[in-house]
């Protein structure tokens, strides 16, 4: 029912994984990455579990039917309630290959406009039943899971056909863009002005505009730009009590930012509808180097050092050596920075010069560089930078694998500051380290920076555990909630960038003030008064109070 | 009763302007400012008024004693009251030269840790007395007033005694700060290590940390680190209901910011006791530029095509002629555009030398350049840039002289998109125009970009007009209302760095959304649910709501 023309070009998206069906994964590379991974954690191999096959699950029938009104946009077929019952991490693919769908939404919603939200969410508020939004369907963190039996009904509201850049200003480089467009489609429309929105988390393939606001998303941009926050000029915002539209201002003094009250929210307010955006000129200068470390925490306080300098690299990946080799950016001896500058408006020699020079002053060796007078663009798509930028994208492609393996895989991010910066990590490191052996017998933890701030890192750890396909779920909470407990306890975020959704609720209740909390809840409590936008995201349901209005 | 060591440097205020007692403005230089107004609006010259003494001032009797346990940090000293009446904006001025006092604040307290901030909004609150927050007194919007008869008595909460830098984190390059800090001691303190906050915002000798935090307060930084809100890093607010400290990070996506809920709160949901503030390294580099445009329009989009190159200069204040004729930094036939850069890390030579070929695209010329090789913290301090620099410092000084001659003398800024910038400036030049001639016979408006943004600029507007001591309040506020009506309606904010205070409330409730408006509402109950913290702030109390608890 969504308008694939304009959202998936035409194609129809795979119900239970990454990517388009027909897109598959050669079986040799199926192979070669088993082999990697064995290899790695010491197993002799693995025993594949079968892709799922659609008449292979089985979901209770729909406890609900739209009325006639919202029937024409709506559906309760099997296929589109499959499709937004799980996100696309590690436990969702694990619940999925287990072919558990015990809790599957009753309804999805595909509105094409705000009236269509607006009755849809009038409906669920009329009769208690969950109003759950969706982007993409790329969360990792359960952003939009169907709520218990405190719900009569759970409904999906897809924002599939809401999916066009509807105005450009390109005096003030932005656009006015529905949410539910999709990074691909959104980069096209913008292409022909010259301009790019230049937001590129892993998941953009498959990920929303409005998915990136609702949820901090962070993409391509390793300092300054970072978060989808600052790139946001105004929403709009359809909520249980009214829709809201901010104005249209480049900054402003007057009382609290009324759009960061929205950014990060997780659809627990409203479903933001459209935004005007802030956008880029087209690179047309690049200047790369990758530059290798022999030791982690040195070239650490090089990276600090460029960010404190006021360069403001748009790449600045710091891979550990483990990591470096697992994106074939290193031989696994080094750590490697992966610095790059980029312009719409003129060439960055100087700026990587000065970063270089940073590194040389820690003994960083430059193993690549290019700038004006070479192809920087070819640059950065081969040697370490091109092997990191293409496993970056195509990883996702992949999780599925690795939840049929029956190993633990899944990654964490967080952001502390500079101070703690090396205590907090090798205190991590030292409780994983620990939790690995007790709980699975061993693994892997690789860690890298994916984004930088002056005052602190966002540190990024990729983890592989040995398990079997009865116990990874469990073995993965166990390991997860390790790391979670370590990052509230040791003053770091829960998230940096992968929101707090389901997965991370307990811990986030820990991270923030509980005054602030109570902040949120009356802040929910006014625009969602029954309490039926995306039940068990951001702030739990005050004991006692009426679902129905 | 404060600690003027720390804060004061020893000195003491001038109870009605801006200085220290004994700072008097030598009579030639009044003489010859009254000349050059005179000249301006071309009227004969000027009957000053003179200044007030404090005992020609009447005070009603304060209405409430502070009980035995507060006593020791609370005074009713006549001297402390006047004070803490009137803030440093043009119609403070004026109501303070016709020594009209009618409605002071009953109590000052001076408390010198939270314990003792509880102890006195515990008081107001058990009482329905309104708690004011009071940091430097220099808001020119009436931040903060006494409310009228609805409370039964005012407290103002001089935070002047909580001035200290408490904490200092060299590497992350973070300090945790006391609210009460004013600029100077701030500064002072962070200089022996190598730091900056380098925030200056033309109040900045007597404005501090916690009134820049809730007024949203921009300073310094024409681009990128304009507002006080991208420098704070997590704070510390004593509301009614309890105290709230946000976790020290760098970055984070969990949730929507639990810091940007109080920047620009303007002390109606509690007080702001203490914060990290993110810093900056000293500056050791500097490369500046002074440009001259024969049209205003033209320079302007050479500001822009700089604002969009991700140059980011640290100062970018661009003069229309008759701005850069009163500062001192043209001849009145010229647009001139001061354009700074500086670094704590590298030269800014090749940053200045591509911002100068932008202008020279856009017909500029180059009056004064200096970079590498030359003394550019002297040539900033000379020439056009030294003479804006020190007439800007020197400001606040003058503004109780424009006062007391009987004219109307204020500025308002703004910010709106770069599509509409010609047409919004136009109408509103238009607007004002015929506003000074239909309510004052003539005026003078000079205007500049003060901040700017990829996606549009702040500008500010600079606004004299004849009038009488009779009716310059009555004057200023009907041509201030048509420029605050023309911002609403043309789509632009009511204010860029001034904050909404009493001045724009009634503008800045026709800005939000009206649901923003009820967001703020309910945070403000449920931190404040006495309705005590500064009333007539930020959001109206709703009817019927008790003021006691």
Redesign the interface.
Known sequence: MANTEGRYFGRKRKFWTWGYEGDDIPQTEVDSMCKRVAERLGVPGFELLSDPKLDEIELRAPRITPPASLAHFCTTDKWDRVVHTYGKGFKDMVQIYRRSYDNPPDVIAYPRNEDEIRAVIDWCGENGYAAIPFGGGSSVVGGFFAPGDDYDGAVVIDLGNMNQVLEV?D????ARIQAGILGPALENALKPQGLTLRHIPQSWEFSSLGGWIA????GHYAT?L??I?ESV?SLRVV?P??????????????????D???????GAYGIITEAWM?LQ?RVKFRANASIAFKDFYTGADAV?QIT?????PANCRYLDERDALFYGAGDGTESVLLLGFE????PMD?WLD?GIEICKDYGGVVRQKSGTGTDALETSRSGAQGSWRSQFRYLPYLMHIRAAMGIVSFTFET?????KFKSVDAELMRRMTEALKRIAGGGIICRRFS?L??????PYYSIMAPSTHERSLEDYQAISDVASAALVEL??????????GRT?KPW?EK??????G??????K???DPSWIMNPGL?VDRPKGLKITS
């Open positions: 200003d005096v003030s480089r932005c949820t901090r998303s962070a300054m970072t978060h926050d000029q909520t009590t009214g829709t809201l539209e901010n104005r249209r201002l480049p900054a402003s003094g007057a009382g609290p930012d009324p960061r009250a929205f950014i990060g929210s997780e802030r000129g600090r404190q300098s006021a360069l403001f312009s719409s408006d003129h100087a000065r952001a502390y500051t500079w101070d984004f701030y002056p005052d602190g890192p966002s003053g770091a975020t829960v998230t940096h960038h992968h929101a707090v991370f986030y991270e923030i003030d509980p005054i602030y109570r902040m949120l809840t009356a802040t409590k006014e625009l951001l």
